[in-house]
């Protein structure tokens, strides 16, 4: 752990840098200018120092730039406008690049599309798009397709005149009334509304302070919701509302006050029971009530403990239980009578198995459908109720085939989801009886996409500890020849249990028709090969997750894959982590990195439970107000870890209004990497001021972002619009 002089003799570099910086235009100095090919005259913007000692166990940190972390602050908003006029200057000349992007990413997708109707109670709902439109319209029809369209919820209508602008609706099982959730700043901060849907009247109350969980009474006239701590942005609160009446009246049926868990409320697929779970990193707690009776009393299903997680559901008179109880690593799944729910009563219906991870099931009146993971692919089986069962197959390398709406008991047909890196998604519908499948929608790639061009692999790369080997999936073009002269986009993120499915998107044809392998790392922290891989990724083994990511890059280097020289790395969020961790830990592994809305400054943040999600978390980083847990994760947190020496070129992007990770961590991480590295490369931070974490609302604003990462990225290889 470096002792406190250390950070010190840090600050003096810093300010050395800083002073050299501001005196400078780009391309002009060894220790943080930008490239010659900058336009003259534009220099980065110099972040304030402000020093901070954050004292801990003992040590002192000095931290430069915690001022970023005011909000309010104009000079800070200043400062970020200031950085995104930079780095618009910095690629000014890629405009026409962009738009070419643009243009292809675009053009890809059919604008006017419609989702796969989906039946629940008398109606079938869908959402739709249109050419001229940023946002879904969501709709349905009654009794049949060929009924008349009723558009319930134009999101486009109520998105005119925001910046940023997301919504949702929920319907309730007579279908006559529908609430609905919408966030007008991207920090997930819902207002709530209630329309009648027989008479087209929008109720004049508004629930303030929502997360947007929600879910209907079958008196088709309580909506139950959950509301957020305006601090931590926690879910923590229950309330009952009764159409029609002043949400201050609404009553609190459930308030969660371990701040290390948080609570949503749901309905069974049986439609008999809301159930209100609360939920930790390593543990859950569920409250029933009759569905019918939504004034009366939640049951507690099984009081909390500490490392027992389960997921409830409902079919006849039993509870099913998705249980990881006595030592069921890779989930098990038992049953248990409605009225006796104590484990005693418990009996087994899926036994745990080592070698296969349960990840969900779907119940049906008659069958149950398990969705599994073995040897880091999917699958699902099918099991008729006391009879046989089967699995549905795949034949691709990578894939992935997933349970998709199935809100309906009484029904033998199971809907499923299936795509892989070069398949675009589609969605089938299966006959558990007679085990025929039915194509209802494969996504539509215009412009000529024909998937034979393509080549899916997975491979296997071996860690450095000998322990494992962790599972590559890529995708190119037919005739990619293996000779290292590849440029290679590797994306993985390795945190929370996430597993990365090899799956397709059209908007990489535009790298990879321009002879880039994409890549993705299922590397440990994620769940691929079960429980005991997410184990190993978290907590004190945490930087398993970097050096598997680095052991795949090496070996994809190895196999003639690419090279350093066109090797480019992306991950946002906790997979944003581990891009600051692995440019720390090996620079010039890479050409260049895009880390979206990054979680890099881990101890200050895991340190202040006033941010969102922290004390949530503990479980998943560890709590540094343990001396063991502050010095692990001192060693690899990206921010403190920032280093004197050479970069590669990075793209940083932020939400200021971020609910997860808070845009002062990235913009941050930019400042104190601009004053110490001494190399030319490229360093732009681009904050979205209008948004959060997923970046700016409506399908051109998230084409616009992806062509300007795109562009980021081939004008490192100096490529223009072709390889």
Partial sequence: MPRPEAVYRDRSTLVAALLAVSVQTAGCAADGGEPSAAPAGIAPPVARVIPEQLETHGHTRIDNYYWLNQRDNPEVIEYLEAENDYTDALMAHTEGLQAELFDEIRGRIRQTDL????????????????ES???????????????????ILDVNALADGHDYFAAFPEVSSAGDMMAWAEDTRGRRIHTVRIRNLDTGETYPESI?????????????????????????LRSYQIYRHSVGTD????????????????SRVRKTKSKRYIVISSSHTLADEHRFLDATDPEGEFTLFLPRERGHEHRIDHLGGHFYVRTNLDRAENFKLMRTPVDRTSTDQWETVVPHRSDVFLQGFELFRNYLVLSERAGGLTRLRVRAWGGEEHEIAFDEPAYLASLSANPELDTDILRFGYTSLSAPRSVYDYDMTTRERTLLKEDEVLGGYDRADYV????????????????????????????GDN??????????????????????????????????????????????????GKMFNKKNTFTDYVDVADFLIAEGYTSPEKLFARGGSAGGLLMGAVVNMRPELFRGVVAHVPFVDVITTMLDESIPLTSFEWDEWGDPSELESYRYMLSYSPYDQVEVKDYPNLLVTTGLHDSQVQYWEPAKWVAKLRAMKTDENRLLLKTHMDAGHGGGSGRDREYEELAFEFAFILDLLDAGSGL
């Fill in 456 to 483: 899916v692999e997975r491979l296997h790369a071996p860690a450095r500890d000998g322990a494992v080997e962790v599972p590559v999936s890529l995708v190119y073009r037919r005739g990619l020849e293996k000779d």
């Fill in 208 to 232: 303030e302070g929502a997360s947007g969980n929600m879910v209907w009474a079958e008196d088709n006239r309580t909506l139950f919701y959950t509301k957020r701590d305006l601090g931590t």
């Fill in 247 to 262: 949400p201050a009246d609404d009553m609190l049926v459930y308030q969660e006050d371990d701040e290390e868990f948080s």
């Fill in 133 to 151: 439109s940023d946002y879904p319209i969501h709709a349905r029809k009654r009794g049949s397709l060929d009924a008349e369209e009723e558009v």
């Fill in 115 to 130: 989702s796969v109707p989906v039946k629940e109670g008398d109606f079938f709902y869908y959402t739709r798009t249109e």
């Fill in 487 to 536: 440029p290679l986009l590797l994306y993985a993120y390795g945190s929370y249990g996430s597993s990365m499915e090899p799956t397709f998107s059209s908007t990489r044809l535009s790298l990879i028709d321009r002879g880039f392998v994409y890549a993705i790392a299922h590397i440990r922290g994620g769940q691929e090969l079960g429980r005991a891989w997410y184990e190993d």
